[in-house]
């Protein structure tokens, strides 16, 4: 059992930054997949980017090379840097902990709010 806590998100004009945290109530060191999703009330939860154990990344085609996806397992803690933002960026972020097998539980956050907006 791992609980996680997303923190960060805001309002922020088209072209500015955010920087997402989720803290960990466990240590997260031996969690194979660390993910940011995002979800828009009516759709379908999205992957954003994933960062394995070893540090091998993934990335949505709509946010390569703006945001980029971090984890310090020393402080149990999984980050987002995201960058030139656009309104289609809004959505609820959320953070997730995943193990290497499909049949492994997944864990979820509370979700933190986007809002890229002029």
């Known amino acids: 059992q791992v609980q996680l806590v997303e923190s960060g998100g805001g309002l922020v004009q088209p072209g500015g930054s955010l920087r997402l945290s989720c803290a960990a109530s466990r240590s997260i060191s031996s969690i194979y997949f660390m993910g940011w999703y995002r979800q828009v009330p009516g759709k379908q939860r999205e992957l954003v980017a994933r960062?394995?154990?070893?540090?091998?990344?993934n990335y949505a085609d709509s946010v390569k090379g703006r945001f980029t996806i971090s984890r310090d397992n020393a402080k149990d803690t999984l980050y987002l840097q995201m960058n030139s933002l656009k309104p289609e960026d809004t959505a609820v972020y959320y953070c997730?902990?995943?193990?290497?097998?499909?049949?492994?539980?997944?864990?979820w956050g509370q979700g933190t709010q986007v809002t890229v907006s002029s």
């Open positions: 960062i394995t154990r070893g540090g091998s990344t």
């Open positions: 997730n902990a995943a193990g290497l097998l499909t049949t492994m539980p997944n864990y």
